[in-house]
């Protein structure tokens, strides 16, 4: 069992940036692809960016070039660097770790609580 804490939301301006974080409980963290979900209302949870046990990363089309996706294993945490920020990033963003082999369309795994993020016009 891994429990998944998000933190690091906000409100912020167009084209500003946040820095959200997902700390996780237990020390088997890197043994997990790890991966930022968001949500927006009405609409359905897609993700966003994944990073695997062994670091090679994926990015959806509407953030690549402007969220970067980490994850530092010692401390049993996930960041997702967003940068240039539109209003459409407005979702509830959610972490999610799951073996490398799962299929990232599935609803498998640990999630978090998600973290609420708002960008203004």
């Known amino acids: 069992q891994v429990q998944l804490v998000e933190s690091g939301g906000g409100l912020v301006q167009a084209g500003g940036s946040l820095r959200p974080s997902c700390a996780a409980s237990a020390n088997t963290f890197s043994l997990y692809a790890i991966a930022w979900y968001r949500q927006a209302p009405g609409k359905q949870r897609d993700v966003v960016a994944r990073i695997t046990t062994g670091g090679t990363t994926y990015y959806s089309d509407s953030v690549k070039g402007r969220f970067t996706i980490s994850r530092d294993n010692a401390k049993n945490t996930l960041y997702l660097q967003m940068n240039s920020l539109k209003p459409e990033d407005t979702a509830v963003y959610f972490c999610?770790?799951?073996?490398?082999?799962?299929?990232?369309?599935?609803?498998?795994?640990?999630w978090g609580q998600g973290t609420q993020v708002t960008v203004s016009s």
């Open positions: 999610n770790a799951r073996p490398d082999w799962a299929d990232w369309t599935a609803d498998v795994g640990f």
